[in-house]
């Protein structure tokens, strides 16, 4: 077990990872000061893997101090804040409540928007149960709702006072939610981090087994960048814009297809061919670097296809994406393995080629797994 800090523009929080990490969760959430109570936000599903093991690792609960919510993709939107907040109301969540977000990405992006919103703001706990939500959406403070239009539309910057991040709670994971990770695990070795990446191309075996060793080290490597790169630039006027490499494209294939067909980091694995495809198109990336890229994200299984899908409405799509601003998307292009550039604008026609193009590029390119 292991902890590191991260510091926000309101205070800073420790993220306290790694086996026997929840141990932790009892003494950490009783140091919070003028606690009048605890109330954990979960959907029925986590609750069935987790709850007991995490209701251990818990102060005393009150009856009626866990909140449920439906935790599908489609269903990460305002109705669920406004379900959350009512509810927490009823069994008399005061100002001085703490909210323990306890799940994957979606309970903590929703949970952490509504403890931002509750009374203007109440304390948040991040207990994830998903290597997604350990490795990257509980830190950093982004919490937030989908709109039709777009993901993550409605939101705020809203940091946690506590992480606590336990790889023991994955072991009733599904291995397609498991798998959807992993591509966010690559985006941290293409945007920074060689090592981990080389690790994964030596690796993919053993890490698709979910071998602990391999998983405590890539879960240690990603919350020490995420750690790093939100403290550096917690609201994203710079740096903390490379997370985003393959979310531009990302973001708009799940809300192109109501967010039922693309897993989360399924949509990035595609976003960061795409934008591969696109830096090779542009001369920004030699073959070699770009053929490591697509065969990384291709050796960890197969990405549901891009068929039917509607090529200029995914432009639409993009234009609406926060990351794009007046003037057009910006593109999270890689360099090489390790390195990537932000900002970039692209020709509309060789970006539309890039997405056209993307399952030939990985027949093409990232097929030798
Ligand atoms: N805020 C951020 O910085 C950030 C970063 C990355 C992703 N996200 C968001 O996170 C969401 C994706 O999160 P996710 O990949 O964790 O998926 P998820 O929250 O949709 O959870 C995946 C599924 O696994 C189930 N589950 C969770 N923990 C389990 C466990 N231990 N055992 C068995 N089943 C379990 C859930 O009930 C759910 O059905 C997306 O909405 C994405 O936009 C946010
Ligand atoms: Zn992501």
Redesign the pocket.
């Known amino acids: 077990m292991e902890s590191i800090t991260v510091r926000s523009s309101a205070s800073r929080y420790l993220v306290v990872f790694g086996r026997g990490a929840l141990a932790r969760l009892r003494p950490m959430l009783r140091r919070l000061p003028d606690c009048t109570g605890f109330f954990i936000i979960t959907?029925r599903?986590?609750w069935s893997?987790?709850g007991a093991r995490i209701t251990r690792a818990m102060p005393k609960l009150h009856a009626g101090h866990i909140v449920f919510m439906d935790?599908a993709?489609r269903a990460?939107n305002l109705d669920a804040v406004e379900g959350i907040c009512r509810d927490l109301l009823r069994a008399g969540a005061d100002r001085g409540s703490v909210i323990v977000a306890a799940?994957?990405?979606?309970?903590?992006?929703v949970a952490g928007y509504a403890a931002a919103s509750y009374l203007r703001g109440v304390r948040l706990a991040h207990v994830p149960?998903?290597l997604?939500?350990q490795i990257?959406?509980s830190i950093?403070g982004?919490?937030g709702v989908n709109l039709p239009e777009g993901?993550?539309l409605i939101g705020a910057f809203y940091s946690p006072n506590l992480v606590v991040a336990d790889p023991e709670?994955?072991r009733?994971?599904?291995q397609r939610?498991y798998r959807?990770?992993l591509y966010?695990v690559i985006k941290y070795g293409v945007i920074g981090d060689i090592d981990l990446f080389e690790f994964l191309e030596n690796n993919m075996k053993l890490v698709l087994s979910r071998d602990a060793k391999a998983v405590d080290w890539i879960m240690r490597r990603c919350v020490s960048a995420k750690a790093r790169i939100v403290t550096k630039d917690e609201k994203e006027s710079g740096l903390r814009q490379i997370l985003n490499f393959g979310h531009t494209l990302g973001h708009a294939l799940e809300a192109e297809t109501k967010y039922r067909r693309f897993?989360?980091?399924e949509a990035v694995g595609w976003g960061m061919i795409a934008a591969t495809s696109a830096a090779m198109a542009a001369g920004r990336i030699n073959l070699h670097q770009s053929m490591r890229i697509a065969d990384l994200i291709t050796s960890v299984g197969p990405l549901p296809s891009l068929d039917g899908i509607n090529v200029a409405r995914l432009m639409q799509m993009m234009q609406n994406d926060k990351k794009a601003r007046a003037g057009g998307i910006r593109w999270v292009l890689p360099r090489r393995v390790g390195e990537v550039e932000f900002a970039v604008k692209l020709n509309a026609n060789l970006a539309l080629a890039a997405i056209f193009k993307a399952p030939a590029f990985v027949v093409e390119h990232g097929a030798t797994n």
Do not use: F, I
């Open positions: 959907s599903r986590v893997k987790c935790d993709e990460k799940g994957g990405g979606v309970v903590g992006d149960t998903t997604m939500a990257d959406s950093g982004k919490t993901k993550n709670l994955l009733t994971l599904p939610q959807s990770a966010e897993l989360h980091g």
